[in-house]
């Protein structure tokens, strides 16, 4: 097999009939009858899965996580990971071992250095999937749900996550983020998207969903999740809703704890359901399982990952989804809870789940699944069914055809001008203006041209360039003030707050990033020095909007949803006054002192 890097740098690729003629056994094996084109139809994918080996069947099942930026030539310290974690070497050996049907792309994994190397790397797990007997495609995928969740960044598009859409309310822009986002992905070779997020965030205490959410209303959170996955699976890129059955509403995390919704079946049905719902109408590709339980679906006390009342009874049989079914990964607290890592593969499949994503030991979870087929606990059959929905979104997505990408594709299609200004103008009409006393905003390059930007700086998502005081500066100063930004962190110190407070002294007005205020943040002490000083203090919540109920004082606050540089470039143009701000709160902002008083609306939004 060639090296994934051609030498003119375009990734070509021999097309799939070719390769298949030239890997020794496989073209026989995937001509069904002798037939010109063997996909055409479940009968010929029935035909590929009766030519499966058991152990092969299995393997289909798993979407597994390696470290490396190439499939057969990572850095030393990546091969070094995949053998503790995994067992294998590479990419390559991981297929080889376990035929797995998916491998899932992590920042962290140093999956998603650049374009180029992105596409070269699924490029090459493509042809070692290929080149083995019966070998099938590999379907590829990621997190990219944009705002504060991606794991390709620049230069590729990043555009304004859920919240935000939700505070645009356009599902012309939600639809048109899912399109530009698909595209992009597909010519990494990136085919399966785990987003959107379709909970309805009706928890500010949330702390795992927040403004991944669209927001608080299921009908309003409906319609944009139903845009955005025809959005992304017009680009050809499968779609998947998640958390089934809706993670909206726990004060818990399920990656470290195990969460209980306490919903009744008739606030479930209302609240939570109704996204999943307009998902399944709009035709999508996947959904993804949550690791909660929800005793009035299921009284069990298994999460919703391996309750086959929710699963098969709700989801299956009473919203008649025949789709992929994917679980949240394994490796989270919420299914570990409960059984052992060799158990719980087995009971998601029992339950009704399709894809098993990234088990904390790859080794562990297809064995068991292997031996449960052997002792009679599954059966073949059952795996068949979860493999046909699996060959159906390959063969729906065109990878059993075309299953390569190219740098040219690459380059017509990652973070094209085109797509850096929509996600411009989408960011625009997304920005929320909560507060705005006296008309401090927009504010003046004449007589506050002087500004200085202080406040936390979060690590940015993946690929930002950050840190956001240092975005919202530049971002100012291109706009014609002198800003300067100073980083006090999440939690500043008495002397930091004093660095700070004597800075302000030097300027004409303060903006503030705040993130995640609560009753007993430094960042108040912060704001609250800031604005002793008699400056004009504009505040940007720079992720939850709910931060502006613990500042009741701050005379303009505005809310970005996220600190990527797209919102905080839209929120800086809405502070100077280039742009009005269009957005309206997606969630109700309740009192900090009373939590039964709302004190900004769903709806709320001013203007210039």
């Not at 969903?209 to 409906?222: E, H, L, N, Q, T």
């Amino acid at each position: 097999m060639r090296d994934p890097a051609e030498p003119n740098g375009t990734s070509a690729r021999p097309s799939r009939r070719a390769l298949l003629a030239a890997t020794a056994g496989t073209g026989a094996a995937l001509t069904l009858g002798g037939e010109a084109h063997p996909y055409d139809g479940d009968a010929r994918l029935r035909g590929l899965i009766s030519r499966m080996s058991l152990e092969e069947k299995v393997g289909q099942l798993f979407v597994m996580r390696v470290y490396g930026h190439s499939a057969t030539a990572p850095d030393q310290a990546d091969i070094d990971a995949n053998l503790k974690e995994i067992g294998v070497r590479t990419a390559a050996e991981l297929i080889a071992r376990y035929r797995v049907g998916g491998i899932i792309y992590f920042s962290w994994a140093h999956n998603t250095r650049d374009p180029h190397q992105i596409a070269d790397l699924s490029n090459g797990i493509q042809e070692a999937s290929l080149a083995l007997p019966r070998g099938l495609p590999v379907l590829v995928s990621t997190d990219q749900e944009h705002g504060i969740v991606a794991r390709v960044g620049r230069p590729a598009t990043l555009l304004p996550g859920a919240m935000a859409l939700g505070a645009g309310g356009s599902r012309t822009d939600a639809l048109t983020a899912g399109r530009i986002g698909g595209a992009e992905l597909r010519a990494l070779g990136i085919r399966q998207d785990y987003a959107p997020v379709a909970d309805v965030n009706v928890n500010p205490a949330n702390p795992v969903i927040g403004v991944r959410s669209f927001g608080a209303d299921p009908k309003a959170v409906a319609g944009l999740v139903a845009a955005q996955v025809s959005g992304y699976q017009r680009s050809s890129v499968a779609a998947t809703a998640k958390h089934f059955p809706g993670h909206g509403d726990t004060a818990v995390d399920s990656h470290y704890g195990f969460p209980v919704i306490e919903h009744t079946r008739e606030q479930w049905s209302s609240i939570d359901a109704p996204p999943f719902r307009a998902a399944i109408r709009a035709g999508i590709d996947s959904i993804m399982t949550a690791h909660i339980m929800v005793p009035a679906l299921d009284d069990s006390g298994d999460p919703a990952t391996l309750s086959r009342p929710i699963l098969t009874g709700i989801l299956r049989e009473q919203l008649g989804y025949d789709g992929v079914v994917v679980t949240d990964s394994l490796g989270m607290q919420g299914v570990r809870e409960k059984y052992g890592d060799d158990r719980v593969p087995v009971l998601a499949l029992r339950a009704g789940v399709d894809q098993l994503l990234n088990p904390p030991s790859i080794d562990i979870a297809w064995n068991a699944v292997l031996t449960a087929v052997r002792q009679g606990e599954l059966t073949e059959a059952r795996l068949d069914e979860s493999i046909l929905r699996v060959l159906r979104l390959k063969k729906r997505l065109g990878l059993l055809d075309r299953p390569y990408v190219t740098h040219e594709g690459v380059d017509r299609a990652v973070g094209v001008r085109a797509h850096l200004l929509a996600a411009d103008r989408i960011a625009e009409r997304t920005t929320t203006l909560l507060v705005n006393e006296r008309q401090l905003l927009p504010l003046s390059r004449v007589t506050q041209k002087r500004v200085l930007v202080v406040g936390a700086d979060p690590a940015s998502p993946s690929g930002t360039t950050g840190p956001p005081t240092t975005v919202l500066a530049n971002a100012l100063t291109e706009l014609g003030f002198t800003a300067t930004a100073l980083s006090t962190g999440t939690g500043p110190s008495a002397a930091v707050i004093a660095r700070a407070v004597a800075a302000a002294g030097e300027v004409d007005a303060v903006v503030v990033g705040t993130y995640n205020l609560n009753s007993t943040s430094s960042q108040r002490t912060l704001v609250t020095q800031l604005l002793a000083t008699g400056r004009p203090v504009v505040c940007v919540a720079v992720r939850n909007p709910y931060d502006v109920a613990q500042l009741p004082a701050v005379q303009a606050y505005l809310a970005s949803y996220s600190w990527t540089d797209v919102e905080l470039r839209a929120a800086a143009r809405v502070i100077a006054g280039r742009v009005g701000p269009r957005g309206r709160l997606p969630v109700p902002v309740l009192s900090a002192d009373d939590p039964t008083r709302v004190l900004y609306p769903i709806g709320h939004g001013l203007s210039y």
